[in-house]
C-alpha cells in the first residue's frame, strides 16, 4: 500500500512541478485553459493546471521604445523630406492588448509612420522643419484614441529627426546661392548709385564755389576798374601808367615766344600809351 501511494504521488508531484510558474518583475502572463482566456498571472509563484491551461503569452508591463524609421514625406507644397520619429508605449491591458491587435508592436509602428506622413504633408516646408513641438503633439493625439482600444497608453512621441531630402537640400543650396547672389548684386547697385549721388553733388558744389568764386572776383575786378575810372578822373597819369606796364609785359611776353622772332616796339612808349587814353 505505501509503495503504490508513493507510486500515485509521483504523478502528482510531476503534474504540480509543471503547473509551478514563476513570472518575473516586470512582465505579465496570459493562461488560457481549454484555448480560451482564463486568467493574467502578475509577478510572482503562481501554479496553473498544466494539464488543460498553459501559458500562451508573456508581455512585458514595462515601457516599450518603438523605433520608427525613416520615411519620405511629400509636403504641402510637394517637397521631399526625411521624416523619423520614436514612441513610447504602455501596455495597459493585457487582454486587450494579445486578443485585440495581432501584432501591437508592428500596428503601432505603421499607425505611427502613416499619421506622421499624414501631418506633415498638411504643412509647407518651411513650417515642416521647425515645427517639432507641433508635429509631436498632433501625432500623440492622433494615436492615443487607437491606442487605447488595444490596450496600449502612448507615454510620448518624440520627433528623432527631420531633414530634407539630398535632392531637396541640393535645390535649396543653389536657391540660397542665387539668393546671396541676388543681395550682393543690389548691394553692389546701391553701392554705385550712392557714388554717383556723392559724385553729382560733388560736382554740384564744385560748380557752386566755381561761380561764387568768379562772382567775387567779377566784384573785385568791376571794384578796381571803379577803382581806376575814379583816379582817371583826377589824373590820368595813374592810367597812363597802368596801360604803360601792361603793355611793357605784353612786349616781354612776345619777345620770349619761341615763334616770335622780331619785336617792333615804338619809339616812343609813353607818347603811345597817352594815345591809347586819350591824354596829352
Not at 95 to 109: L, P
Not at 240 to 268: C, E, H, W
Request: charged share 25%.
Amino acid at each position: 500500500m505505501t509503495e503504490f501511494t508513493f507510486v500515485l504521488l509521483i504523478p502528482v508531484v510531476i503534474l504540480i512541478w509543471k503547473g509551478i510558474r514563476i513570472v518575473p518583475q516586470g512582465e505579465e502572463w496570459v493562461v488560457e485553459r481549454l484555448g480560451k482566456f482564463s486568467a493574467v498571472l502578475g509577478p510572482g509563484l503562481h501554479v496553473i493546471n498544466p494539464i488543460f491551461s498553459k501559458v500562451s503569452y508573456k508581455v512585458t508591463t514595462k515601457d516599450i521604445i518603438l523605433d520608427i524609421p525613416e520615411q519620405e514625406v511629400i509636403t504641402k507644397d510637394n517637397a521631399v523630406i526625411l521624416a523619423n520619429a520614436v514612441a513610447f508605449i504602455k501596455v495597459s491591458n493585457i487582454e486587450r492588448a494579445v486578443y485585440g491587435i495581432e501584432n501591437f508592436h508592428e500596428a503601432m509602428r505603421n499607425m505611427v509612420q502613416t499619421n506622421l506622413r499624414s501631418i506633415i504633408g498638411g504643412m509647407d516646408l518651411n513650417h515642416a522643419l521647425t515645427s517639432r513641438d507641433r508635429i509631436k503633439a498632433e501625432l500623440k493625439a492622433a494615436i492615443a484614441d487607437e491606442a487605447a482600444d488595444w490596450g496600449l497608453t502612448v507615454k510620448s512621441v518624440e520627433i528623432q529627426d527631420i531633414k530634407p531630402s539630398q535632392n531637396m537640400q541640393h535645390a535649396m543650396e543653389q536657391q540660397a546661392s542665387a539668393e546671396r547672389e541676388r543681395v550682393a548684386v543690389v548691394t553692389r547697385a546701391e553701392g554705385e548709385k550712392q557714388s554717383l549721388i556723392l559724385n553729382a553733388e560733388a560736382r554740384l558744389e564744385a560748380a557752386r564755389k566755381d561761380a561764387e568764386a568768379q562772382e567775387v572776383a567779377a566784384k573785385a575786378s568791376a571794384e578796381s576798374i571803379r577803382l581806376i575810372s575814379e583816379a582817371v578822373k583826377e589824373n590820368n597819369s595813374s592810367a597812363t601808367f597802368l596801360l604803360g606796364d601792361r603793355y611793357i609785359q605784353a612786349l616781354q611776353k612776345m619777345s620770349n615766344s619761341a615763334n616770335s622772332k622780331i619785336v617792333v616796339m615804338p619809339g616812343d612808349v609813353v607818347s603811345a600809351v597817352k594815345a591809347l587814353v586819350g591824354g596829352k
